[in-house]
C-alpha cells in the first residue's frame, strides 16, 4: 500500500493509524509564521464510524487502507453469515452479521446493497436508502379511513421488520421504507 | 464512461478579483508616498534559507539546481547593504507542502525594509497598513502590542520563556491538544511545543477587532532577528514580531541581525537541525553572508501574507475566493 504524507490527505482518503481504517474528513493546515507545521485532521474509524480529532505534525505519514466500496447483490442468509454476489463479476463474498447489523432487516434478496470492504472483508453492508417489501401482517385498517390518513399502526414485512404504516396499508400490498429512518415512504 | 472535464474556472469571482487588484494598487501607494521603493527580485536563486520549517521547491536548469525563493529576504537585504534605501518586492513566493484554506504553496508575498528603523517603529507602520487595506469592511480599534510570553502566560499559566521542554509537553496533554502517546510520537523539542502550544491556544485568540502585534520571542526562535540580552537574570528575546487579525497570522517581521559572524552560524546550525532531522541541506547565500559582511545598515523588515489581507478585506472564508486560480487548479 502506498504511504501518504500529511500534505496528501484530502477528505475520502483511506489510511491506516493503530491497525484501524480511517477515512480522512477534513484536514487544517496549522502553521505559525516561523516554526513546527501541523495538521488538524478529522478523521472517520471505518470500524466504529466514530469521528476522530487528531493533530499531527506536517510531513507525518500513514499507510493507505485496501478500502473498496462497491455494490453488491444479496443472495442469501445461511443462518450465520449473509451472502453478497458482485452483479457484474458474480464473485460471490460472505459477511458476518457484525458487518451488516441493523441493515439486515432491510435485505431482501435479489436487492442491491453497498459494501465497504477492508483488505477484500465486507466491514460494512448500506441496503439502499430506499427499498421496496411486501407487508405480510397487519391488523385491517379502521373503516372509513382513506389515503388522508388519520393515524397509522404497526406492520411486519417480508424481511422480518416492522414499521408503522397508514390505517390504509393491507397485508400483501407492498411498500416503499426509507432505511435510514426505517420509516414508511408510500404504497408501492 | 465520459471522462470527466478537468475544472478549468477560477475559484475566485471577478468581483473579488476587481477587490484584490485595488488592494495591490492601494499597497504600491501606500508604499509610494513614503518613499519606499518598488524593487524585483529573482525568484529562483543559487541559495535557500535552511531554516528547517521551510520547505524550498528546487527547479533543474542545465546550469544546475536552483531554488524558487521562500521570500525575497535575502536580495533585498543585499540592495540595502549597497545603499539603495528603503525598499520592498510584492511578488509570489514558494514554500512546498504548505496547503489549505489559509495556506498556499504559491502566495503573493509583500515584504520591506527601513534603514535605521527598529521593530517597534515598523510594526506601527504594519499595522497602519493593515488598517488601510482591510477598512471599510473592517472598522479596526487601535493596534495593540503584546509581548510573547504576556500572551502566553495570560491564556496558559506558564512562562514561556523559563518554563522546560517537560512542563511545556505536560500542558499539551492537560489542555488536550494532544493525547500523550501522539506527543511522544511526534518528538517535538522545546520549541516545538511552544509553536504546539501558541497555534492551538494563543493564536486563535489574537487580534480580535484589532491588529495584535506579538512581539519579543524567545531567544531560540529568533531566525534573522536581532536578539535582545535581558537584564537583571531575564532571559534574552529575539526582537521578532507577528501581526494578527482575527486569528489569523498576516506578517513576520525582525529588527534585523546585521552580523555575518553569526548569521553564518545560525544558517549553519539550520542546517546541522536538517540533517539531524533527515532533511537535505541548503546551500547556504553567500551573496548575502558577504553583503552582511560588507555592512548592513541597521533596519527592521516585515513580510506580509498579501493573499490572506486580501481574505480578510473581503470577507472571505478561504485563500481560493481571492486567488484566481490555487494550487489545486493551477
Known amino acids: 500500500m502506498a504511504v501518504y504524507s500529511t500534505s496528501d490527505w484530502k477528505g475520502g482518503l483511506k489510511v491506516m493509524m493503530d491497525g484501524d481504517p480511517y477515512s480522512i474528513v477534513e484536514n487544517e493546515h496549522v502553521k505559525p509564521g516561523k516554526g513546527q507545521a501541523f495538521n488538524r485532521v478529522r478523521m472517520r474509524n471505518l470500524k466504529t464510524g466514530r469521528i476522530l480529532e487528531k493533530t499531527f505534525k506536517s510531513g507525518d505519514t500513514l499507510e493507505g487502507a485496501d478500502i473498496v466500496e462497491a455494490e453488491y447483490q444479496y443472495m442469501y442468509n445461511d443462518g450465520t453469515f449473509f451472502h453478497f454476489m458482485h452483479p457484474e463479476t458474480f464473485e460471490q463474498i460472505a459477511a458476518n452479521p457484525s458487518a451488516v447489523g441493523e441493515g439486515s432487516k432491510w435485505l431482501k434478496e435479489n436487492d442491491n446493497c453497498n459494501l465497504l470492504l477492508w483488505n477484500g472483508v465486507p466491514m460494512a453492508v448500506t441496503p439502499q436508502p430506499h427499498v421496496i417489501l411486501k407487508v405480510t401482517r397487519c391488523d385491517p385498517g379502521v373503516k372509513g379511513d382513506t389515503a388522508r390518513g388519520g393515524g397509522d399502526k404497526p406492520a411486519l414485512l417480508e424481511t422480518g421488520a416492522e414499521v408503522r404504516v397508514p390505517l390504509f396499508v393491507n397485508e400483501g400490498d407492498s411498500v416503499r421504507v426509507d432505511t435510514r429512518t426505517g420509516e414508511y415512504v408510500s404504497r408501492a | ?330
Open chain 2, 1 to 330: 464512461m465520459m471522462e470527466p472535464v478537468p475544472d478549468w474556472h477560477p475559484t475566485a469571482t471577478r468581483d473579488a478579483l476587481v477587490a484584490r487588484a485595488a488592494l495591490l494598487a492601494r499597497t504600491r501607494a501606500f508604499m509610494a508616498e513614503r518613499g519606499v521603493l518598488e524593487v524585483e527580485v529573482p525568484a529562483l536563486s543559487v541559495a535557500a534559507a535552511p531554516d528547517p520549517h521551510l520547505a524550498s521547491l528546487a527547479v533543474v536548469t542545465t546550469a544546475g539546481t536552483r531554488h524558487l525563493h521562500t521570500s525575497p529576504e535575502y536580495p533585498l537585504k543585499r540592495l540595502l547593504a549597497a545603499g539603495f534605501g528603503d525598499c520592498y518586492a510584492l511578488g509570489k513566493v514558494w514554500r512546498e507542502g504548505e496547503v489549505g484554506s489559509r495556506h498556499q504553496p504559491e502566495f503573493t508575498m509583500l515584504e520591506w525594509y527601513r534603514v535605521g528603523w527598529d521593530h517597534r517603529r515598523l510594526m506601527a507602520e504594519l499595522a497602519e497598513l493593515i488598517a488601510a487595506l482591510l477598512a471599510p469592511r473592517h472598522a479596526l480599534a487601535a493596534p495593540e502590542v503584546v509581548s510573547y510570553r504576556d500572551a502566553f502566560q495570560a491564556r496558559l499559566g506558564l512562562d514561556p520563556l523559563r518554563a522546560d521542554a517537560g512542563a511545556l509537553a505536560e500542558l499539551c496533554v492537560a489542555r488536550g491538544a494532544v493525547g500523550a502517546r501522539d506527543l511522544e510520537r511526534m518528538a517535538l523539542d522545546r520549541d516545538g511545543l511552544l509553536d504546539l502550544l501558541c497555534s492551538h491556544y494563543v493564536h486563535p485568540t489574537l487580534g480580535a477587532g484589532r491588529v495584535t502585534l506579538l512581539t519579543d520571542f524567545p531567544a531560540s526562535q529568533c531566525a534573522l532577528a536581532r536578539i535582545r540580552p535581558g537584564h537583571d537574570g531575564e532571559p534574552a528575546v529575539a526582537e521578532r514580531f507577528e501581526a494578527f487579525v482575527g486569528g489569523v497570522e498576516l506578517a513576520n517581521g525582525y529588527h534585523e541581525l546585521a552580523d555575518a559572524a553569526e548569521q553564518r552560524q545560525r544558517f549553519e546550525r539550520a542546517n546541522r537541525t536538517r540533517a539531524d532531522r533527515g532533511l537535505p541541506t541548503m546551500p547556504l547565500d553567500e551573496r548575502l553572508l558577504a553583503a552582511l559582511a560588507h555592512g548592513l545598515p541597521a533596519c527592521a523588515g516585515v513580510a506580509l501574507g498579501f493573499d490572506r489581507v486580501a481574505m480578510l478585506a473581503l470577507g472571505a472564508g478561504t485563500l481560493d475566493e481571492v486567488i484566481a486560480f490555487p494550487w489545486t487548479r493551477a
